[in-house]
């Protein structure tokens, strides 16, 4: 791993790999170990990350090895259509690792986290909304409403991609959609 | 979107109901729509009494999509519920778009909740074994408490979603029946 020790707070493992809880803020090792990551993956078609992305960074795993193997990042955004703010939440899985089916356990680790530190702050955003890319939603995964983490379908997003919510138990609308 | 040739599945249920009233309240729903001349009558004259629709042409319409109903013990109706399929805007899939109409004396009461329940589970139970003709139940919050109640983003009991909010302003909520899959854009359009 590149860029110096990892510093994140949180640390489990489970099913062979550790999780590093990194939210809200990445210390500097885990945003060079991030980046290294991205870079050896190729994960923006071989340009640099978006220098806004390592802000963005949530938890990610690592395998036996120490070797990071996913990486997910969420940003608060006022959803369209919704008028809500969510977090909006994207992962990457390196390549050797997409048969693994890592995404669920990033996805219910990420929802946890991103749970607490709302609720602990008055609900900045009330819940995590998913944009899906990945083609093997579209011929797995289409029950309408998925049960752990409970995603709800919600339509599709200006570029035809399916959109999904999970809402934070306890949170209330925004005010804006009253008015 | 249902099917004619079904024998409609009646549900009688009582609930105790809550509030100053004391009475009981009787609650009688059936999917695809079946409503017996008494009923119609007793639905007929809410609806007339409250104003709730505006002519007979209007009130044989909706009473074409009468999904339920509670009735005191007089045998007066005090709510009515109806659903008509449609593919809902924002999601692009079947659903049935559920309205109620509640009494003013009862809407207090657990009565338009307890209607929703039942109403839900003969909608789900009309649904699952025909492979889910719709996935689930829209709701257009109307009525001006929700502006300022039921502002859980996720109401859990029953549970529905928000979702955003119709061309008239009216927030909209779904859920979904459990185990019903998303239909392609070919069959749900």
């Known amino acids: 791993m590149n860029g110096g020790e990892p510093t994140g707070g949180t640390c489990a493992s489970a099913g062979g790999f550790d999780y590093v809880a990194c939210w809200p803020h990445a210390g500097e090792g885990d945003r060079a170990a991030v980046q290294a990551f991205w870079q050896r993956e190729a994960a923006f078609d071989g340009m640099p990350e978006p220098a806004a992305r390592l802000d963005e960074v949530l938890l990610y795993a690592r395998d036996a090895g120490g070797e990071i193997v996913a990486v997910c990042t969420a940003k608060p955004v006022l959803a369209p259509r919704l008028g809500q703010p969510m977090y909006y939440w994207r992962a990457f899985v390196g390549a050797a690792w997409r048969a693994r089916l890592l995404s669920r356990s990033l996805l219910r680790r990420s929802c946890e986290l991103l749970e607490a530190h709302a609720r602990q702050n008055d609900f900045p955003c009330i819940g995590v909304l998913l944009e899906l890319e990945n083609s093997q939603f579209r011929d797995h995964a289409r029950r309408a409403t998925w049960r752990n983490p409970p995603f709800t379908y919600i339509g599709q997003s200006a570029r035809g991609l399916e959109v999904r919510v999970y809402y934070f138990r306890d949170a209330m609308l925004k005010a804006q959609v009253n008015k | ?189």
């Open chain 2, 1 to 189: 979107m249902s099917d004619a040739t079904d024998a409609p599945a009646t549900v009688v249920k009582s609930r105790g109901a809550r509030g100053a009233d004391a009475a009981r309240l009787e609650y009688v729903t059936a999917w695809p729509p079946a409503v017996d001349s008494e009923a119609a009558a007793a639905i007929s004259d809410l609806w007339r009494r409250e104003g709730a629709l505006g002519t007979d042409e209007a009130m044989a319409d909706r009473m074409r999509q009468v999904v339920g109903f509670a009735r005191d013990t007089h045998g007066r109706a005090v709510a009515v519920a109806t659903a008509v399929p449609i593919i809902a805007p924002h999601i692009e899939q079947p659903v049935y778009y559920y309205r109620t109409f509640v009494a003013p004396d009862w809407r207090q009461s657990r009565a338009m909740l307890t209607l929703l329940r039942h109403a839900m589970e003969t909608l789900k139970d009309y649904a699952r074994p025909r492979g889910f003709p719709c996935i689930g139940i829209l709701l257009e919050l109307q009525a001006p408490k929700f502006a300022e109640h039921g502002r859980s983003a996720s109401w859990r009991n029953p549970r529905f979603e928000f979702i955003g909010r119709s061309p008239r302003g009216y927030d909209l909520r779904v859920h979904y029946f459990r185990g019903a899959k998303l239909k392609p854009p070919s069959a749900a359009g």
